[in-house]
């Protein structure tokens, strides 16, 4: 028996709209043409996604953003002034 694909994901927008009018899982898949199973493993991937991330979109992948030359400063700045307070601390504390 060969096996069916279905991009499930193509199809969000119906799904959710059809949840959102109260129709039950088998309601969806029998209008959609999928498998109860089908609707049932999304609804899952799709709330396990926004559970881990707060959003209904998928993580970014890849590289992070570069920083920008503001914010390297703000960070170095940071950086030389708790050098400085742990320093103090350090000379005060007699261990330096």
């Known amino acids: 028996m060969a096996r069916k694909y279905a991009h499930v994901n193509v199809m969000e927008k119906e799904i959710l709209a059809m949840r959102e009018a109260g ?18 493993d999304w609804i899952t991937r799709r709330n ?4 881990e991330t707060g959003s209904s979109l ?3 992948r890849g590289r ?3 920083i920008t030359l503001a914010e390297y400063k703000y960070e170095n ?14 000379h005060l504390a007699g261990r330096r």
């Not at 029998?30 to 199973?37: P, Q």
């Open 23 to 40: 129709k039950t899982r088998q309601a969806i898949a029998d209008e959609l043409g999928l498998t109860k199973k089908q609707i049932k």
């Open 77 to 90: 700045k940071r950086l030389q002034m708790e050098n400085e307070l742990l320093r103090d601390f350090l």
């Open 48 to 51: 396990r996604r926004i559970a």
């Open 64 to 66: 992070k953003p570069a």
């Open 58 to 60: 998928p993580k970014q």
